[in-house]
Each structure stands twice: as structure tokens, then as C-alpha cells.
């Protein structure tokens, strides 16, 4: 088995992770420029900040993975995230809401050289609301004078400021001390237990495609249980439901059922939801509305489920409502747009009158296996070396890169590193990734392929 690079601690920590769901998530807020981004690039230290050679992927990382004395959890930069949609205030606190509502735990940054504005004040009541443990970073405390700036920031009634210099790296170190106190560990579980989790489905899309339609059909009376295991401080908002004779876990229920109601910056609202619970899931079931054109915003949501790595089902909802005509323009759109996803199982169905909605489980059994699967590296560089021979990569300048390796470095979803000789063109990685695709199936998951370049 050593022959695929298998990694016991590795696969241990997947095993893991699939059971409970994710590492406990940490958000750090804060308004912009008090050092957010700063104190996460400190936190997960250089390893994270290599910048990978991977097609398709174009959106900045927002969520990061980090270890501190052997405890692992991950961490959310809202630095990176768009400031203008409400206006700085209403923006500040929009985000801090929602990195809240997915997070174990919260890591609110002040910039204490400038000390508590309102909007700081803001964010203070909703942390307050949400009852999360709050760890407080009074940042830019580059010396021991700032100190006294710190102090005053016991005024926000959030306990000890911690004084930090994100960009020095003092006091670093007791704060995540303090981080990993406010954490919950993640239950250790039995081997049966982990094999035997429920797998997480988020259903996304975009407003009125149906989904807490959907969400009330598959709970039906089958609903098992409304809140999550007794001793987590998660919100009350993952359902367990029962379909197709297993247990499932719903994510982010919560934010399915409660109707945000806003004028402006609503896309906005629900863009962090579906973040937030692409976030805890594994498998997205994208709904679409099949009886109105594949808008800007399905294409969107798509592409989040995708760059975030999940197994993905796309539902086409209100099947009832298609007729031969719009039919005929579906397929046409379908072709058009949804060519980034042409490899997901696709399901018609109506969750208001309940119709075809058992196609649903084989569709998300399907995504699943696509995203568990590994293809051993002897198969790999077989595989690789008959595509190679067949299909060289043009020459360039002279130059003709070849791939020399490749090994899947990963799982959910697949990763593979490829080794080249030069530098491979974006055509012929498409052309790779399509083969690879052809070969080993991959039904229902995005996959990934980085190329590394050795002389
Ligand atoms: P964000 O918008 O909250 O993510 O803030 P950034 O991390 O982008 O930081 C904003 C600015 O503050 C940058 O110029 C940083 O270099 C600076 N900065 C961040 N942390 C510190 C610190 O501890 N001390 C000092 N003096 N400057 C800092
Ligand atoms: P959400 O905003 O995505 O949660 O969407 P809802 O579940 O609230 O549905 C929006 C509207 O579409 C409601 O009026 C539903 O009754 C309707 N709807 C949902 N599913 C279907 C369906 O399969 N067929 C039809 N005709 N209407 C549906």
C-alpha cells in the first residue's frame, strides 16, 4: 500500500473529517485594515502562502487550514471579502454575522492604535447575540509602549485584550494559546463510529429555486432529530434526515428557513450563506430553477461549490413547469453554460409536488464516490505514459515539456501533481484533466491538477 504514498496520519485525519464534519472553524473579524489578513498569514505561517500552479481556480482562498501544538482547526480570513456591497458599516457587519454564524469560535481584531470606532462597537453587539466564545486581538502592538492602548480596550466588555503585533509576530503565541482554549475539540470517535457518519449535503442556489421547498419534502415526517449532538456549541442548524434508508445531515438548515428579507445587497447575503455552508458540507445539490433561464447568479453558485471543492449535484427544480419549449432552450443552456460542470449528475425534479425526488440519493451516492476516489500511482503513470506518448505536448519555442510523474495527492475532492519537464500550457492541462476524467470517471466532483516544473 506504501506504493501510493498512503499516509496512516493522513488518512486517519480524513476518516476524521468526514465523520464530524469539519475542523472547528475559526472566523477572524474586524473592520478593514486593522490586520485581519495579516494576523491569518501569521497564524498559518508560509507553508499556506505558496501560491499553486492550479487551472481554475481564480478565486482569492478564504479559508485556510492551521495546526498549533498539534491542535487543527480552520481559520477564516474575512479580510479578502468584498467591502462596498452595504456600504463599510453594514458591509463590516454583514460579514462578521455570517463568518459568525459558521464559526466555532471568534477571533474579533482591533486596531488599537486608532482604539474602539462604532463600527468596532457594532460588531461588539453581534457578538454578543450569537454567544460564540470571543477571543479579543488588540493588534498593532508593535513594542511594550502600546501597551497601554491595548488595555483600554477591556472598555468593548469582551474580557482580556490580547496585545498582538500581526506583523512582528509578538504575542502571537499566547493568543492562539487562547484561540485553542476557546475551540471545541472535535470529539474522538471509534473507527465504527467514523465509518458510519452521516455524509453532509448543502442545498444551495439562488433565491426561490425552491429549496426550503425542497428542504420541508425530504424532511417530511422523517425528520429525526433538529439539533446536533448534545455538547457542541454549534448552532442548532444541521438537520438529520432520513432518505433512501440513511441518514443525511442537512447544513446550515437555518439560514434555508429564515427568508432574509433585504432590498439591497441580498445576492450579497446569500452569497455568504452558501459559502458558509459549502464550508461545512461535502456534497452541494445546486438547485436551478428549470422553468426560468440558467441566470449570472446560478452560474455564480456553481462556481463557488466548485472552487470550494465539493462534491456537486446540480437539481433542476419545477420540473413541472417545463414545457417542450422550454425544454428546448434548457438543453441549449445547458450546452452553453454548464460546461464547468459537465460531469455532474443531473436530476429534474419538482420538490414542491415531490416528483422524481428519489432520483436524488443515487445522484448524491454517485458525487460521493467521484469525490472518495484514488487512483493508485502505478495506474496514474500508466495511464499518464500511454497519454503522453499518444499526445505530446507541442513543442514550444524549441522545447517540448513533457510530464515526467504524476501521483494523486489527495482526496475530496481528487488532487493530482503532476511532474513536467517545462512549463504545460493551459490547453494541454484541460486536455489531461478531460483524459484523466474519461479514464477513471470522477462523476460528480471537481478535480484538481497542479503541475510542478522540474528541471
Ligand atoms: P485587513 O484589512 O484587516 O485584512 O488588514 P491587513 O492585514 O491587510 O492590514 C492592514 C495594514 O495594517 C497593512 O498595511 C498591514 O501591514 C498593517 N498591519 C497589520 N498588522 C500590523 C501590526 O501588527 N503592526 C503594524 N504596525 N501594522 C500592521
Ligand atoms: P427558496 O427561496 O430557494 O427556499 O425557494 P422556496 O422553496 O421558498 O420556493 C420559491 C417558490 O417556488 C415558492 O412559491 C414555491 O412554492 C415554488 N416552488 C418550489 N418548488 C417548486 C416546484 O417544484 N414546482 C413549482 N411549480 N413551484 C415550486
Redo the contacts with the bound molecule.
Keep these: 500500500a506504501t506504493e501510493e504514498g498512503f499516509d496512516p496520519e493522513q488518512v486517519a485525519d480524513e476518516l476524521a473529517d468526514a465523520a464530524h464534519g469539519p475542523l472547528p472553524v475559526l472566523a477572524v473579524v474586524g473592520r478593514p485594515n486593522v490586520g485581519k489578513s495579516t494576523l491569518v498569514n501569521r497564524i498559518i505561517g508560509r507553508r499556506e502562502a505558496v501560491v499553486e500552479d492550479k487551472p481554475g481556480v481564480t478565486r482569492d482562498r478564504v479559508t485556510y487550514e492551521a495546526n498549533w501544538n498539534g491542535r487543527r482547526f480552520k481559520i477564516v480570513d474575512t479580510g479578502g471579502w468584498e467591502q462596498d456591497v452595504l456600504g463599510i458599516d453594514a458591509s463590516v457587519a454583514a460579514q462578521a454575522e455570517f463568518a459568525i454564524e459558521a464559526a466555532d469560535a471568534v477571533v474579533f481584531v482591533v486596531d488599537s492604535t486608532v482604539g474602539a470606532t462604532d463600527t468596532d462597537e457594532a460588531v461588539v453587539r453581534l457578538l454578543r447575540r450569537a454567544k460564540k466564545p470571543v477571543v479579543l486581538a488588540a493588534n498593532k502592538v508593535d513594542g511594550p509602549s502600546a501597551e497601554a492602548d491595548a488595555a483600554t480596550l477591556w472598555s468593548l466588555g469582551l474580557g482580556e485584550p490580547h496585545p498582538v503585533s500581526s506583523l512582528h509576530g509578538r504575542g502571537t503565541g499566547d493568543l492562539l494559546d487562547a484561540i485553542i482554549e476557546a475551540l471545541p475539540e472535535a470529539p474522538k470517535l471509534t473507527f465504527g463510529e467514523v465509518l458510519g457518519g452521516p455524509r453532509r449535503i448543502a442545498l444551495i442556489?439562488r433565491?426561490?429555486?425552491?429549496?426550503?421547498?425542497?428542504l420541508n419534502k425530504v424532511a417530511g415526517e422523517d425528520r429525526v432529530v433538529v439539533n446536533e449532538q448534545a455538547g457542541t456549541t454549534r448552532d442548532p442548524v444541521d438537520e438529520l434526515i432520513q432518505l433512501g434508508g440513511k441518514t443525511w445531515k442537512f447544513v446550515d438548515t437555518a439560514g434555508?428557513r429564515r427568508?432574509v428579507h433585504l432590498q439591497e445587497g441580498a445576492d450579497y447575503y446569500a452569497s455568504l450563506r452558501t459559502a458558509a455552508a459549502l464550508e461545512k458540507a461535502e456534497v452541494a445539490v445546486i438547485?436551478i430553477d428549470a422553468?426560468d433561464s440558467i441566470s449570472v447568479q446560478d452560474l455564480r453558485i456553481i462556481s463557488m461549490a466548485v472552487d470550494a471543492g465539493r462534491a456537486c449535484v446540480i437539481a433542476y427544480?419545477?420540473?413541472?413547469?417545463v414545457d417542450e419549449e422550454r425544454r428546448y432552450y434548457l438543453e441549449r443552456e445547458i450546452e452553453q453554460d454548464l460546461v464547468q460542470v459537465q460531469w455532474a449528475p443531473r436530476v429534474n425534479?419538482?420538490?414542491?409536488?415531490g416528483r422524481h425526488m428519489e432520483k436524488l440519493v443515487p445522484a448524491i451516492e454517485t458525487a460521493l464516490a467521484g469525490w472518495e476516489t484514488r487512483v493508485s500511482t502505478g495506474r496514474l503513470n500508466a495511464f499518464l505514459g500511454e497519454l503522453v506518448a499518444a499526445h505530446p505536448h507541442p513543442v514550444r519555442g524549441g522545447k517540448q515539456p513533457r510530464i515526467l510523474f504524476g501521483t494523486q495527492a489527495g482526496v475530496r475532492p481528487p488532487r493530482f501533481v503532476l511532474f513536467a519537464s517545462g512549463f504545460l500550457e493551459a490547453g494541454y492541462r484541460r486536455f489531461i484533466e478531460r483524459r484523466l476524467r474519461e479514464e477513471f470517471g470522477f462523476a460528480g466532483t471537481p478535480i484538481q491538477v497542479s503541475v510542478r516544473v522540474r528541471e
Design positions: 442556489g433565491p426561490n429555486v425552491g429549496k426550503s421547498s425542497m434555508i427568508r438547485l422553468s427544480n419545477k420540473w413541472d413547469k425534479v419538482s420538490a414542491g409536488t
